[in-house]
């Protein structure tokens, strides 16, 4: 069936370096892809999305990239921080009916100091 | 302002004894979402309410789930004769409409634990 799956379930990089997220889905009629962090103990937060009639775009210190012939999305984070540890999930929706996201796995950032 | 707010915040209880879990959703969102978040695992999709139309119950996994939303507002989730398998983190979302593009707001979830 369809699917939304990232590669790497655990990321660990150190203070100050670039982090980059991939996610993979199978669905090619998806319209919206939304990245959310998830903190200990909290629900998943927004921190960017990405329509697909886009390839990328920017926010503040983050990236996301898509590329539709590959059907895959990547998070990219500068300058990475220890707030930033967390896991991060990207979901996809599709129009032309419910807009109910489907998730991914998730994968967990862990910032070294 | 105020988010979506889910009681309680932990809830331990024995195997085959029934749970209610409740969700305040942001005053005026007229979506509501219930997921389920295994250890280590993506958000599972349970049941979605849209205003005054029939929810989407297609994600219940039996029909030992089910959940209600009064007056368009507070939404509960009912588990009964709960399972060990039933562990897990429920999540309740709100947003502010239906467009694909309404960003859906998360509450801090009930961690349930059947013994």
């Known amino acids: 069936g369809e699917s939304v799956g990232l590669h790497l379930p655990t990321l660990s990089v150190q203070e100050g370096d670039n982090s980059i997220i991939n996610c993979a889905y199978s669905?090619?009629?998806?319209?919206?892809f939304i990245w959310y962090k998830q903190e200990s103990g909290k629900g998943p937060q927004f921190i960017i999305d990405?329509?697909?009639?886009?390839d990328k775009r920017q926010g503040q210190r983050v990236t996301v990239l898509l590329n539709k012939t590959v059907k895959h999305l990547s998070l990219q984070i500068a300058a990475t921080q220890p707030g930033d540890s967390a896991v991060y999930f990207c979901a996809e929706k599709r129009g032309g009916g419910s807009y109910i996201p489907t998730f991914g796995r998730g994968t967990s950032l862990i910032v070294h100091p | 302002g105020a988010g979506v707010s889910q009681s309680p915040s932990n809830k331990v209880t024995e195997k085959g004894k029934d749970v209610e879990l409740r969700c305040d959703p942001i005053s005026g969102h007229t979506a509501l979402y219930w997921y389920r978040q295994s250890l280590g695992q993506g958000l599972e999709f349970l049941i979605y309410f849209q205003g005054n139309s029939a929810p989407d119950k297609s994600g219940l996994p039996s029909d030992r789930f089910s959940a209600e939303r009064t007056g368009g507002s507070v939404s509960t989730l009912t588990i009964q004769r709960t399972q060990q398998e039933d562990s897990a983190v429920y999540l309740c979302?709100?947003?502010?409409?239906?467009?694909?593009?309404?960003?859906?707001?998360f509450g801090p979830g009930t961690r349930l634990t059947v013994l």
């Open positions: 990405i329509r697909s009639n886009m």
């Open positions: 979302a709100s947003s502010s409409g239906t467009s694909i593009y309404n960003e859906q707001f």
């Open positions: 669905n090619s009629a998806s319209d919206y």
